[in-house]
């Protein structure tokens, strides 16, 4: 099941009514900030790996 435009365009406009435009807006901002914590802390997973890779060889 894929979503169009107008189908995404309606989930947001009714978002939109439902929370009001600053809870929207403090929704988003702390989506982002939640996304940006989640990165750093699985990028220096990464770099411990390929490190301990570079170890054992």
Same mark, same amino acid.
């Given at each position: 099941?894929?979503? /169009?435009?107008?189908?995404?365009?309606? &989930?947001?406009?009714?978002?939109?009514? %439902?929370?009001?435009?600053? *809870?929207?807006?403090?929704? /988003?901002?702390?989506?982002?900030?939640? &996304?940006?914590?989640?990165?750093?802390? %699985?990028?220096?997973?990464? *770099?411990?790996?390929?490190?301990?890779?570079?170890?054992?060889?």
């Amino acid at each position: 099941m894929r979503l /169009g435009i107008t189908e995404i365009l309606l &989930i947001l406009v009714l978002a939109l009514v %439902v929370f009001g435009g600053s *809870k929207l807006s403090g929704v /988003g901002k702390a989506l982002g900030k939640s &996304i940006r914590e989640f990165k750093q802390e %699985v990028a220096p997973e990464k *770099k411990e790996e390929t490190a301990e890779d570079g170890k054992d060889a």
